[in-house]
């Protein structure tokens, strides 16, 4: 639930940019499929949702808490990251960075 506005902002940045090749891909950890579908559809969100019910991804990225936004360049290199709750000026700052 913590998580709902960061997605909601990161929906709308997204619907703005995805025409220039931004693509967002949410990572739930430690939740089954079941309750992750009925979040997003809840949630009206339409970029992908990926389950890491074991929580291996977030341990691999070392996140400790959520939410954790990384911002990932078309070479696969972080190049941002945000821990804990950001609206949406922060999330629009950089995706434009990464657009560039």
Not at 48 to 76: M, Q, W
């Amino acid at each position: 639930k913590y998580c709902e506005p960061e997605m909601k902002a990161i929906e709308a940045v997204y619907q703005r940019h995805k025409a220039k090749g931004l693509e967002v891909l949410a990572v739930n950890a430690g939740q089954d499929r079941k309750t992750v579908e009925a979040f997003i559809r809840k949630l009206g969100v339409s970029y992908p949702a990926v389950l890491d019910e074991s929580a291996a991804i977030a341990k691999r990225y070392g996140v400790v808490g959520l939410p954790t936004t990384y911002f990932v360049d078309a070479n696969g290199v972080v190049r941002g990251k945000v821990i804990g709750e950001a609206d949406e000026a922060v999330f629009e700052r950089h995706a434009l960075e990464l657009l560039k």
